[in-house]
RNA sequence: GUGGGUAUAGCUUAGUUGGUUAAAGCGCCAGAUUGUGGCUCUGGAGAGCAUGGGUUCAACUCCCAUUACUCACCCCA
């Protein structure tokens, strides 16, 4: 085949046989974020490249290394969203949304851009779902942020999600605590690995989660953030494992998480799935305090997360999750003869219009293959038109299940009557047939 | 950016120690006495074996390179 050019590295296409998956996720995010009260927000996909500078940071992979960054024609330097809280934070402060009423909260589903190495669970162009809340400092609210994603995880029927929570606490301890163990590190320098040299220098918290098993083990033995918390940051971390355990959402506490974006603070969380490689966080988040203030607006506490629609579909995927299917075809009306077509397609259309999904053929087809394919698209009902039918003015309607024929007229509002009559009585029959 | 693996029809794969027109299942299309699907049967379309070199009388099978895909590291949803 020779196609002129395949899709590029890292993104995928959703097919339409499956975008039912993708629609069923959308639809649950939807339903929970609003029985939180939440709201969608829509923001572009890109954005004036310093905004990400800014606000993720620039010394983070993200900006450095992954960043999709063009001038446009008129010289401006733009940015694909690589994650969907800058440009949440810079719509917040753009329209003066601190003037609503506290707290503000914002849902998002959007498609974000970094330009890494793909691999399971890791696309250049993939899709987020996230919650941004922003205008309380209260541990109720992150506790209600994580319980909102709990919620969704066990909406999906998801096993095995494991929510780990931290807090690195606030500028003021967390400079305490790098002091504290950049002093321990030095101590073993020489020997950790050559990344965990950069580490040192560029992110010391960072050295606390290598892999290599020398440097893991020097990591056990030093200091823990939770051990340098300041009294407030302290205080409001209990209070978050407070609310979580009354909420019910099971958690354990993991010192070693540190998220690779600058805005975090306080409260970090990740959601982690055993079952999709080596890139199991599918969802993470917390508090970032700073970020509204950094973007230029006056001090604001926010938190939000972000969950990735593709690792949760992988896990979904890889635990046989089964997600419903979505309705098939009411009615296929075959036909036979120039006048039963233009019947049919008649006939069909005012099915449609009555909300109902109807097909005809459209390719032309003889009876036999229109029976196939209405039985491949799992249509529910048939019904035969030919010269017979026209000139009686009634056909007869097949259910395609159980075989069952009956009579309909074939005048539309008549017809459409009988129908969803007949299609009553048969999910009624169903309904009785799965309730004994 | 670094490292490992893979590359045969739309999909999943077979292809023996290199040897004639590359095989199967699924899917697709069409038939199996006249106007009715699912099961079965029959037939058909569809790849020239990722690409480019090389070795050989002969390569899908061996060698090299490239590309793509994939997994992992870094990092992250």
New binding site residues.
């Given amino acids: 085949?020779a196609l002129i050019t395949?899709?590029?590295?890292?993104t995928e296409d959703v097919l339409p046989r499956d975008s039912y998956r993708w629609q069923f996720l959308e639809k649950l995010f939807r339903d929970e974020a609003r029985a939180f009260g939440y709201r969608e927000m829509r923001t572009p996909v890109f954005e004036h490249t310093n905004l990400f500078e800014r606000g993720v940071g620039d010394t983070?992979?993200?900006v450095q290394k992954?960043m999709y960054t063009f001038l446009t024609k008129g010289g401006d330097s733009i940015t694909l969203r690589p994650?969907g809280t800058a440009g949440a934070a810079r719509a917040f402060l753009e329209h003066g949304l601190h003037n609503d009423p506290l707290p503000i909260k914002a849902y998002y589903l959007t498609s974000c851009y970094?330009y890494?190495?793909?691999?399971?669970?890791?696309?250049r162009e993939?899709h987020?779902f996230g919650m941004e809340c922003y205008g309380t400092q209260d541990p109720a609210a992150d506790a209600e942020l994580i319980t909102a994603a709990a919620n969704i995880f066990d909406r999906l029927g998801l096993k095995n999600i494991s929510l780990e929570i931290n807090s690195i606490g606030c500028p003021t301890c967390r400079a305490e605590y790098h002091k504290a163990l950049t002093a321990y590190f030095a101590q073993y320098k020489d020997e950790l690995c050559k990344?965990c040299q950069e580490?040192f220098s560029r992110n010391p918290m960072?050295l606390l989660d290598?892999?290599v098993p020398h440097d893991h083990e020097i990591a056990q033995g030093a200091p823990t953030v939770l051990d340098y918390l300041c009294d407030e940051c302290s205080a409001h971390f209990e209070g978050v494992k407070h609310y979580l355990d009354a909420n019910g959402v099971a958690y354990t506490v993991n010192p070693t998480i540190?998220?690779?974006?600058d805005y975090y603070t306080k409260t970090v969380f990740?959601f982690l799935s055993g079952d999709i490689?080596?890139?199991?966080?599918?969802?993470?988040g917390g508090r970032y305090d700073g970020l509204i203030e950094e973007l230029g607006g006056n001090p604001m506490p926010a938190l939000g997360f972000?969950?990735?629609i593709?690792?949760l579909l992988l896990t979904l995927e890889a635990q046989g999750v089964e997600i419903p299917l979505p309705a098939s075809c009411d009615i296929y009306i075959?036909s036979?003869g120039e006048d039963a077509h233009q019947k049919a397609s008649a006939l069909c259309n005012s099915l449609r219009k009555a909300g109902l999904y109807a097909e005809f053929d459209v390719v032309g087809?003889?009876?036999?293959?229109q029976?196939?394919?209405?039985?491949?698209i799992g249509a529910r009902f048939?019904i035969?038109?030919?010269?017979?039918?026209i000139e009686e003015g009634k056909?007869?309607l097949?259910n395609?299940?159980t075989?069952e024929q009956s009579d309909v007229p074939l005048e539309a509002e008549a017809f459409i009557n009988a129908f969803t009559q007949i299609k009553l009585n048969d999910e009624f029959k169903g309904l009785e047939e799965k309730n004994n």
């Fill in positions: 085949m395949k899709k590029p590295r890292g983070t992979d993200i992954e994650e970094r890494e190495k793909p691999q399971a669970g890791r696309l993939f987020q990344d580490r960072r290598c892999k540190v998220r690779g974006l990740e490689g080596a890139q199991s966080a599918v969802c993470a972000a969950a990735g593709e690792r075959a036979m087809r003889g009876l036999k293959a029976m196939k394919y209405a039985n491949k048939s035969v038109l030919g010269d017979n039918e056909a007869k097949k395609m299940l075989g």
